[in-house]
């Protein structure tokens, strides 16, 4: 780990500095995002530019906001630490995994700046005998966008520790290639020819693919774990410093887009279909939104259930304390929260992730 952490010192140190404006702040932010409904709120700001909307109505001036399409936590994680993004959104796993790896090291720090989505994640698969996780065999390819770490993985690997126990928690592991969404999508419409016949994925995609002949569900994570975020936001603990405006900025501009898909669905649909380039229609995307199991908000939901999980299994040698930062979070003054506060507090309590607006 140390060398692993000494290698990508050298490449953050090796990077431009982004540029900065009069106002002391960074002039440009550049955020990723990736497929699927789970990241409809940034392609709503992307759409409305809301970034530079609360950025300017903070005093930062034009701030030039540029979008990355990143899939699976590694690819992610890498980008940010090579200096490529300074904001990501990424699934819960990807996060844990890099704020472990980073711990105690001042130039790798990072901290969680809020929730992004909760949906429920299907099983897929057009082999007629499978019915359970039990029935899956060597026969199988079950396709996720990464394997092992992506959250598609970690959820499986949850799911997995459910029906066998921690100790088969990789059991289906072997069974799994890695693939984006829609790779995997078109994989399952063409009946498995590939090889690949399954799919562990989020909505668009794995709504779609129970359109198709042949493809029906084995199992979903709502079934199994419960509601949950799945996907968080988050930056160098260096960036956040440096730019507290800019960060409060990117957080509000999340929440009027979040306002955004609750009261005006239609046109948040079309955000995601002219940004995202999906083969899906306004009505398709809308009958997703009104699903009960997807949710969009920046207070975080569930998220030490992975943290204990990957923990437990020795994905992450350490994990953030629930117990950790004590003080009420209608106390956080900043756009900041460590790790630990992101996890640190049961769902009924909520977080207040340092805005200025508490839910408590």
Partial sequence: MARWIASVATIALAVAIPTRSA???????????????????????????????HAKAAGLGGVKVTWRM????????????AGALDVAAIGVPGFLTLWAKAKGNARLEISGLCGLSTTSLYLNTTNPAVKTLRDFTDKDKIALP?????????????????????????????LTVGLSHPDAFAALASGGKGGVNSHFGSPPYSILELDKPGVHRV???????????????????????????????IIAALDEANEIIAHDRSTA????????????????????????????????????????????VGSIAVAPLPSRDSEPPRKLKNARVNAAALVRAPAHLGVCLGRSRCPL
């Fill in 23 to 53: 106002r002391g702040e960074a002039s440009e932010v550049r955020l990723s995002r990736g497929y699927g409904i789970l990241y409809l709120p940034l392609y709503v700001m992307e759409q409305r530019g809301l970034i530079e909307k």
């Fill in 70 to 81: 990143l899939d699976g936590g590694n690819v992610i994680n890498d980008a940010m630490l």
């Fill in 146 to 174: 990464g394997i092992k770490t992506s959250l598609s993985a970690v959820v499986l690997q949850m799911l997995v520790a459910h029906q066998f126990g921690d100790d088969n928690y990789a059991k289906l592991d072997p």
């Fill in 219 to 249: 199992t979903s994570s709502f079934d199994v774990l419960g509601p949950m975020t799945l996907d968080v936001v988050y930056t160098l603990r260096k960036f956040h410093d440096a730019n507290p405006k800019l960060s409060a900025a």
């Fill in 269 to 312: 649909a079309q955000a995601y279909i002219s940004a995202s380039s999906a083969k899906v229609s306004e009505q398709e995307v809308l009958r997703m939104l009104a699903d009960p199991q997807t949710r969009f908000s920046t207070t975080p939901d569930g998220v030490m259930k992975f943290a204990a999980f990957m923990q437990r």
